[in-house]
């Protein structure tokens, strides 16, 4: 395996996951969320209404138009598909802060979890929209959740968004709660990567940039696969 220790931006080379892992504890845990997610990942609709409707509120009705919305885009083709889910949850769901929504700094919200609050920050909205894609049939090897150093209100900010390689080498589009449209990469020149992720691994984005303690990023993300899963997502 080539380690690529400083890929471009976005990049899409595969041969990238898990080249530092490997030399941390942290490859096997990566190895285990993988195998979790192989073991059995079709999505039950009928379980996401149900457990919608334990949440009370207007979640039911929510994930039942999330669940149709996601019939109906099944059935397009996977351009057509982000546009369609994309455009749900920066409709459905209000940007705010974890510490407004669940008084903490740093919160994954599972989608049901975000459908019943309403709310949400950028990491909700970006497992919100990889799940339900997930579930409309767009492979996950296609998908990436992206950390980025993004330029807003003139600072620069930590923001996440999703990136979808439509072909293994090709220029990833962006789905971000921030635009209404999705974009090319090399259309938001506002987002520097810093690290990326998804159920089959973890790449570096920049050499040389801070991406935090990566263990305590993929212990959220194994919670929020756990959360997924018990939701009837996978």
Known sequence: MV???????????RVAPLCRLARTG????????????????????????????????????????????????????????????????NRQVLYRDDRDVWGTIDHWASPLETLNKGQGDCEDFAIAKYFSLLAAGVPGVKMRLVYVRAQLAGSIQAHMVLAYYPQPDAEPLILDNLLTDIRPASRRPDLLPVFSFNAEGLWQGVSGS?????????????????KAKAEGWW
Do not use: H
């Open 3 to 13: 380690c690529l220790d400083s890929p471009p931006p976005f990049a899409a080379a």
């Open 26 to 89: 942290l490859f096997a845990l990566v190895v285990a969320l993988v195998l979790a997610w192989d073991a059995g990942r079709a999505w039950e609709s009928p379980r996401v209404v149900a457990q919608a409707q334990k949440m009370g509120g207007n979640t039911a009705a929510r994930a039942q138009s999330l669940v149709q919305l996601i019939g109906e885009a099944a059935a397009q083709d996977e351009e057509t598909r982000l546009r369609t889910l994309n455009g749900f949850f």
């Open 210 to 226: 801070s991406a935090g303690d990566p263990s305590a990023r993929l212990s959220r993300w194994r919670d929020v696969l756990a």
